[in-house]
T-cell receptor, first 111, second 118 residues
Framework: GENVEQHPSTLSVQEGDSAVIKCTYS??????FPWYKQELGKRPQLIID?????GEKKDQRIAVTLNKTAKHFSLHITETQPEDSAVYFC??????????FGAGTRLFVKA | SAVISQKPSRDICQRGTSLTIQCQVD?????MFWYRQQPGQSLTLIAT?????????ESGFVIDKFPISRPNLTFSTLTVSNMSPEDSSIYLC???????????????FGPGTRLTVL
């Protein structure tokens, strides 16, 4: 079955710097890759996603890249702000079915 | 916009008992899923709740322990049976995103049920 690995487990950056979180997946049939942000005590929130027919997608300060050949995808957050502090999860699925989540990255943005 | 709600929001239960968690969506959705999130951990898919038929369970989860119902396109229940302290976790339902103008791929989560088993 699908396996998603996520790195780093913890990331600390200075406000205004960029943050990058990387994930790899194992099942070449996976074609949908969402990213979720989870603040303490709250539900995971979908922040951006990418499909396998696209290499890059951007939404304001957030971008995601996908390398299907290497089975890598990454989340890039630019100009980080304290409110970006949260746990971020990558995930992989086949058309939304059997979504498998990475272990999560705890991002700290220091003011 | 559509709302996903879960009941109860939290509960403290004695070992050996069962708890049924409800997930309600105020619009019809194609797919509903149940996840478990243990403290400080990631999300693990328990099962896909199928409308009008038996749920599809992931490896490591069985119907006797986690019976699921989905009588219609807006409602599902997850029961945690014969509980032990290891079942202490947050249980979340999720639904596909077409009702918010998104695609069937996208999943949105309910607020979760925090379960503590003593």
């Amino acid at each position: 079955g699908e396996n998603v690995e996520q790195h780093p487990s913890t990331l600390s950056v200075q406000e205004g710097d960029s943050a990058v979180i990387k994930c790899t997946y194992s099942d070449s049939a996976s074609n949908y890759f969402p990213w979720y942000k989870q603040e303490l005590g709250k539900r995971p929130q979908l922040i951006i996603d990418i499909r396998s027919n696209v290499g890059e997608k951007k939404d304001q300060r957030i971008a995601v890249t996908l390398n299907k050949t290497a089975k890598h995808f990454s989340l890039h957050i630019t100009e980080t702000q304290p409110e970006d502090s949260a746990v971020y999860f990558c995930a992989a699925s086949m058309g939304g079915f059997k979504t498998i989540f990475g272990a999560g990255t705890r991002l700290f943005v220091k003011a | 916009s559509a709302v996903i709600s879960q009941k109860p929001s939290r509960d403290i239960c004695q070992r050996g008992t069962s708890l049924t968690i409800q997930c309600q969506v105020d619009s019809q959705v194609t797919m509903m899923f149940w996840y478990r999130q243990q403290p400080g951990q990631s999300l693990t898919l328990i099962a896909t709740a199928n409308q009008g038929s038996e749920a599809t369970y992931e490896s490591g989860f069985v119907i006797d322990k986690f019976p699921i119902s989905r009588p219609n396109l807006t409602f599902s229940t997850l029961t945690v049976s014969n509980m032990s302290p290891e079942d202490s976790s947050i249980y979340l339902c999720s639904v596909t995103g077409e009702i918010w103008g998104g695609s069937y791929n996208e999943q949105f989560f309910g607020p979760g049920t925090r379960l503590t088993v003593l």
